[in-house]
Structure formats: structure tokens, C-alpha cells
């Protein structure tokens, strides 16, 4: 069977052809046509020679060349139509999918509303009746760690049992006393700016020497302390965000109570305001690595013994 004999016999079938189908015909019938011109071409060229060979074989010639512009003016045709019906089953699967996948949304939404009504309050109910518990541990916790035995650890709170990545506690990298200048009332030594611009008499107390467009007349007065300065690395908290026990998860329907808020399990544990998804809660915190985490300077003031060193 030709090419065009195969593509006349699928455009004139009744049961629609795939896109898929009709475009491998389509691509046939385009190199069929093709050919066709370029044997066409090739033999008109040859027409003269077959002329001088006399009458009879130009006759002949001539019927060929007849022969082969109707077989391409014929496929011409069954590809402009090949062509179209192409680009209407193209178009009408395109409908067909999206009206497929717009019907497995509305199925799929249907079955997730479905669920959500029948079980939503049940496991919002269950869920904070358990972070009550939690809540009402941590607070016990709380209390025993503020008057624990002797020699006994500080109890973690429960997250921090159960995650992933514990609470990590501050650690003191070093200590050392300093002594600095400070105002009388300041729990903190003065900026290193300040402390180059202190004037003293005895090295115990002094002012601040201002600077000519300085606004005041004189300068402050500052003191002489001891500090001890502590470098640390600041703890690490094992919960991320909110606290499972502060959580809120919030009502279904608007004339739903609001019997799954934290107010009425927690009684004075204060909750905070919050609609986070519950995976985001409960994700936890990543593990710090140690180069990662902050090293903190704080100074607390000081009354060690005079032959303590100063830097």
C-alpha cells in the first residue's frame, strides 16, 4: 500500500485516530510529498533529451511527468489534510487531559474535605490533650529544678527528652577579672572609645574628657571597677519556634467552640498567638555545629580579693 493509499485509508476511518498515529502518517506523507517534487524536478530537467529523441518517446515522457504532478498535487492535498486533522486531535486530547486532571482535583479535594470534617476535631482534641500533658510536666519540672537535691542535674523539659537535637546548655569558654571604668551606677565597663578619653588624678576616679563639639561643658564622672569577664558560647534551645505546649491549632468552622484552643487546656500557662502548621512546629532544630555557634561576652561586677590579678 502507498503512503498516500495509508494515509486516505486513516483519515477515512471511522474510530478517530490518536494524535500519536496521525502524527507518525503525517510525518510520512510530508517525505512522500517531498520526494515527489524532487522526482518530478529531476525528470522535467530530462524532458529536452527525451524531445530530440523523437515523437514517441516525448509522448511518453510527457505522460510521465503528467503522472508524477498529479501524484504530487494528490499528496499535496492529503497533507494539508493530514496537517489539519493533526492539530484537531492534538487540540482535543489537550481538552480531554485537562478536563481529566480538573476532574481528579475535584474527586481528590472531595475525599480530603471529607476527612478533614469527620476527623479533624478528633485528632485536634487528642493532640492538645497530650501537649497539656507536656505542659503540666515541663511546669513540674520547673519547680523541682528550682529547689532539686544536692548534687542532682538540672531535669530537661520534655521536648528537649524527646527531639532530635537536645538543649544544649552554655558553656563558659574563660573567665578573668578586669579592671575598667565605668559610671558609678553601671553595671558595665565603658566602650573602648570612653575608656582612651577617661582623665584621672589617682587612678581611681576621673571624667570623661569631652570632645570640642561635645554639647556638655564638662565631663561625665566615672569610677574605677573590677569585673569578671566571661566568654561563652550561649545554650541552645531544643525547641524551634513555639513550644509544642504553646501551640494553637485553630477552629475548623467559624460557629465551631473553640474547645481545641490552648486556653482551655492549659489554664495559666500563657499560649501564644499562633496558626503555625503543625509540621512546622514539630520539625525541631537542627544541630548547631560548634563553629557555629554565637560566643557571647557578658561582665559581671566583682568583689574578689585585692591580690587578684588585673588585666
Given at each position: 500500500m502507498s503512503v498516500a493509499d495509508r494515509i486516505r485509508s486513516l483519515l477515512n476511518r471511522k474510530k478517530p485516530a490518536q494524535a500519536q498515529e496521525l502524527a507518525s502518517q503525517l510525518a510520512d506523507t510530508r517525505a512522500a510529498y517531498e520526494a515527489a517534487q524532487v522526482r518530478a524536478g529531476q525528470e522535467r530537467l530530462l524532458h529536452p533529451k527525451h524531445v530530440l529523441a523523437g515523437a514517441a518517446d516525448a509522448a511518453k515522457h510527457?505522460?510521465?511527468?503528467?503522472?508524477?504532478?498529479?501524484?504530487?498535487?494528490?499528496?499535496?492535498?492529503?497533507?494539508?489534510?493530514?496537517?489539519?486533522?493533526?492539530?484537531?486531535?492534538?487540540?482535543?486530547?489537550?481538552?480531554?487531559?485537562?478536563?481529566?486532571?480538573?476532574?481528579?482535583?475535584?474527586?481528590?479535594?472531595?475525599?480530603?474535605?471529607?476527612r478533614l470534617e469527620a476527623e479533624y476535631d478528633k485528632h485536634a482534641i487528642g493532640l492538645l490533650t497530650l501537649l497539656h500533658l507536656v505542659a503540666q510536666a515541663d511546669e513540674a519540672v520547673a519547680i523541682a529544678n528550682e529547689d532539686r537535691p544536692d548534687g542532682m542535674p538540672n531535669l530537661d523539659r520534655v521536648e528537649a527528652v524527646v527531639r532530635d537535637a537536645p538543649e544544649v546548655p552554655r558553656k563558659i569558654l574563660r573567665q578573668r577579672v578586669v579592671s575598667a571604668w565605668a559610671y558609678p551606677d553601671g553595671d558595665t565597663p565603658l566602650s573602648e572609645e570612653l575608656q582612651a578619653r577617661v582623665s584621672s588624678a589617682n587612678g581611681h576616679t576621673g571624667h570623661i574628657v569631652p570632645r570640642s563639639n561635645d554639647w556638655s561643658p564638662s565631663g561625665q564622672a566615672v569610677v574605677k571597677k573590677r569585673f569578671r569577664l566571661v566568654e561563652y558560647q550561649a545554650g541552645i534551645s531544643a525547641s524551634s519556634g513555639d513550644r509544642l505546649a504553646d501551640m494553637k491549632l485553630p477552629a475548623l468552622r467559624a460557629r465551631d467552640p473553640n474547645y481545641w484552643t490552648p486556653?482551655?487546656?492549659?489554664?495559666?500557662?500563657?499560649?501564644?498567638?499562633?496558626?503555625?502548621?503543625?509540621?512546622?512546629?514539630?520539625?525541631?532544630?537542627?544541630?548547631?555545629?560548634?563553629?557555629?555557634?554565637?560566643?557571647?561576652?557578658?561582665?559581671?561586677?566583682?568583689?574578689?580579693?585585692?591580690?587578684?590579678?588585673?588585666?
Open positions: 510527457r505522460e510521465l511527468l503528467a503522472q508524477l504532478d498529479g501524484e504530487v498535487s494528490e499528496l499535496s492535498v492529503l497533507l494539508a489534510l493530514a496537517e489539519e486533522r493533526h492539530a484537531a486531535a492534538v487540540a482535543e486530547e489537550a481538552l480531554a487531559a485537562k478536563a481529566q486532571r480538573y476532574e481528579n482535583a475535584r474527586k481528590l479535594r472531595d475525599d480530603a474535605a471529607a486556653g482551655e487546656f492549659y489554664g495559666r500557662l500563657k499560649a501564644t498567638e499562633t496558626l503555625r502548621r503543625l509540621n512546622e512546629v514539630v520539625s525541631g532544630l537542627r544541630a548547631w555545629r560548634p563553629s557555629e555557634r554565637p560566643v557571647g561576652v557578658e561582665y559581671v561586677v566583682t568583689e574578689d580579693p585585692a591580690d587578684a590579678e588585673a588585666n
